[in-house]
């Protein structure tokens, strides 16, 4: 069927670095089965060189409505794969500012924001990563310094907590949730910053919150929109 972007896109997606949080590695480590994905191009290459010279359009859209497309292509191909498997270590941080009520101060609020980017590519181009998330990152250490130097202290705790890895797959917040250094039972709230970046370089609008329907921090939260002047949308 006709993907959604064209080949150029998923060549690249699938060439790129995979990362997990991780396991010992071991020689024996295979990587899963590949699947084949070729061009429009190259298959149709392979088409017209097959005995009698098949269309592969014609296929493709015979395909396409449902009909049943077999064709021997009498063609031989080595692939061969080349995996390379390495560890690496990355790092959280964190902080925390106690709280001032002494019934209150166990539980937590936690401010999250992810400081990786995609780094550097295969290519060598690098990817800074200046609106995902530095802003994120930024807006979190603003917190931080403005309640820190606030006359008054927050009656909860609050953790700061910057994480590595969200561009694989949340893998830093992954590890600290299965490594927490506060009981998960007394975090009451987390509130994450992760910059779309569309305002990156004007007066910030407009504002999305992931999440704001499934807490009462919903409602808290286009109270202080709607207050500051801004609208709340929807991604």
Do not use: C
């Not at 560890?87 to 941080?93: A, I, L, T």
């Amino acid at each position: 069927g006709g993907m959604p972007a064209p080949y150029a896109t998923y060549a690249d997606y699938y060439g790129r670095r995979r990362v997990s949080v991780a396991e010992p590695i071991s020689a024996a480590d295979e990587p899963e089965l590949p699947r084949l994905l070729i061009s429009k191009e190259a298959a149709s290459r392979l088409w017209a060189g097959a005995a009698g010279g098949s269309d592969f359009g014609q296929d493709r859209t015979k395909a396409e409505s449902g009909a049943p497309v077999s064709r021997a292509l009498g063609s031989r191909a080595t692939i061969r794969l080349q995996s390379v498997i390495e560890g690496r270590d990355g790092s959280n941080v964190a902080g925390v500012l106690r709280g001032s009520d002494p019934k209150l101060r166990d539980q937590a609020v936690v401010y999250t924001a992810h400081y990786d980017a995609f780094g550097v590519g295969a290519d060598g181009r690098i990817y800074p990563g200046a609106a995902d998330n530095a802003l994120g990152t930024a807006m979190m250490l603003g917190a931080a310094e403005a309640l820190a130097k606030s006359s008054t202290r927050p009656r909860r705790s609050i953790i700061f907590l910057s994480v590595t890895g969200e561009e694989y797959g949340l893998l830093g917040a992954e590890y600290w949730t299965g490594h927490p250094q506060w009981p998960l039972d007394k975090i009451v709230a987390d509130l994450n910053f992760d910059g779309i970046g569309t305002e990156t370089y004007g007066p910030v609008k407009q504002v999305v919150a992931f999440g704001r329907e499934y807490s009462d921090l919903g409602g808290v939260f286009e109270q202080v929109v709607v207050a500051a002047g801004d609208t709340v949308i929807e991604d």
